[in-house]
Every structure is written in structure tokens, then in C-alpha cells.
């Protein structure tokens, strides 16, 4: 039975490895032909009748949406190279939750992704790059497969924001809140829709919260407790898609 092949873009060697300890890190291989920054490959499950392997490449790409972007074209393309396109495409990494939405340690699963802060000001506010006739600013996430992934972790369902300065005030965070109903915000996630876009393969975001979206105030943050959510999150994963969404390439 083939596996399903699954790229894992992460911003940080912490968020990478994290995702790897809950996916069982023991089982860990480099994949060939480096897609990235020092990836890990962690293959899991198949180890009874009707299991579907997992076998997923897992990269720090970068932070920020161009690192990621090109970080995730780059490992789509030396997969496709050595016809093995993976399945799924997930941004993963912590988070800025919006209150009272998502909550400190909780998962938020993108049901969409949007660059909040791609496109122009002017005098009548934000006009978003689509609103100027040059592209998209949104993404929609494998709609069953996000639902799906959602209520196996207990996660909230919403829109991921993508951003390339991290909101820092009360001000900023009520006005994105209010522009999008937006669950969490990040900077990686668009650039890696983007690129999963292009090649047509589904893509999802996976966030657990380590602060509150607002003031900025690292006293507050509880990153260690972001990163274990994230191990638990992805111990939960596979079982998902084992279930067979999205069904593997032949």
C-alpha cells in the first residue's frame, strides 16, 4: 500500500522538530535530495492490515512568506523531479491567537489562509492585491481533510492570517480581527499555499497558540507550551489521514 507523502513546512528547527517528536522522530531519515533546510524525514504507521504508511519530509523553511514560499516550491519540485509528489502540503508552527477566539495552547486548522497586509493604503483604508487586479490574497485549505483535522485535535476552524510584520498593539489586532474574523496569525502560511497552489497539491495550516494577537508582550508568550501542543497535534495527524484524505498519487 502506497504511503502518503506529506511536506511539513515549518519556520523554525524548533517547530520542525517538535512536529517530528509527535509523528515518532525515532523513525527519522534525511530525504533525498534536500527539499530544504536541513530536513527530516519521519515515516510512520502501515504496520497493520489497511494502514497507509505516512511518510513525511519535514523542513524548517524560513520565517516570513517568501522563505516559505520558496522553501516549499523548492521541495515540491525535487519531489515532482523524482516522481514522488507529495499528497499534502502543511504550514505548521505557534502562533498569535485572537481572543477570545483561540485561546493560549490551543490548535487553530486554517479553514483558509489570507495575507492580511498584501496590497496598498490609501485614504479610504486597506485595499487588498485582488481589489487591485493583481492576484489573490487568499487561499482555501482542503476543505474536508481541514474539517477532518479540526475535530480530531479539538481544534478551532477559522482563518489563519499571514503576515510580514507581527501585529504589536490592541489597535492593529482589533482592526484585523474585525477585517477578517481571522482565529490566529502568522507569517508563513500564505507563501506556502502559494507554492503548494502552483503545483496543485492540498494544502493545509496547523497553528498552536504560544500568545495573544495584540500588545506585544513576550512576557505573556508560552512558547514551550505552543511547541508541545504542536508534538501532540501531530501524534494525532496520521490517524487522519490513514482515513485515506486526500487519497496518495499512484
Do not use: K
Request: aromatic share 4%.
Amino acid at each position: 500500500m502506497s504511503a502518503v507523502r506529506l511536506l511539513v513546512v515549518t519556520a523554525v528547527a524548533a517547530e520542525r522538530d517538535a512536529a517530528a517528536r509527535g509523528l515518532g522522530a525515532a523513525a527519522t531519515s534525511p530525504p533525498p535530495a534536500p527539499p530544504g533546510r536541513d530536513p527530516v524525514r519521519v515515516t510512520t504507521g502501515g504496520d497493520g492490515p489497511g494502514h497507509r504508511p505516512v511518510r513525511a519530509d519535514l523542513v524548517a523553511g524560513g520565517v516570513g512568506p517568501a522563505a516559505s514560499a520558496a522553501s516549499t516550491a523548492t521541495a515540491l519540485t525535487a519531489a515532482a523531479t523524482r516522481g514522488e509528489p507529495y499528497d499534502l502540503v502543511v504550514s505548521a508552527g505557534i502562533a498569535g491567537g485572537f481572543a477570545p477566539v483561540a485561546a493560549l495552547g490551543s490548535v487553530v486548522v486554517a479553514d483558509r489562509v489570507i495575507a492580511a497586509d498584501l496590497g496598498a493604503d490609501s485614504p479610504g483604508g486597506f485595499l487588498p492585491v485582488d481589489a487591485l487586479g493583481f492576484g489573490t490574497t487568499e487561499h482555501t485549505c482542503a476543505p474536508h481533510l481541514a474539517a477532518a483535522v479540526a475535530r480530531d485535535l479539538g481544534g478551532v476552524h477559522g482563518p489563519v492570517l499571514t503576515v510580514s510584520t507581527a501585529t504589536g498593539t490592541a489597535e492593529r489586532a482589533a482592526v484585523l480581527r474585525e477585517r477578517h474574523d481571522a482565529a490566529a496569525e502568522a507569517m508563513e502560511g500564505f507563501g506556502a499555499a502559494e507554492a503548494a497552489a502552483r503545483h496543485g497539491t492540498p494544502f493545509l495550516e496547523i497553528r498552536t497558540i504560544s500568545n495573544a494577537v495584540g500588545l506585544r508582550d513576550r512576557s505573556a508568550w508560552r512558547i514551550p507550551e505552543a511547541l508541545a501542543a504542536l508534538q501532540d497535534a501531530f501524534a494525532v495527524l496520521p490517524t487522519v489521514l490513514r482515513r485515506g484524505v486526500p487519497p496518495p498519487h499512484g
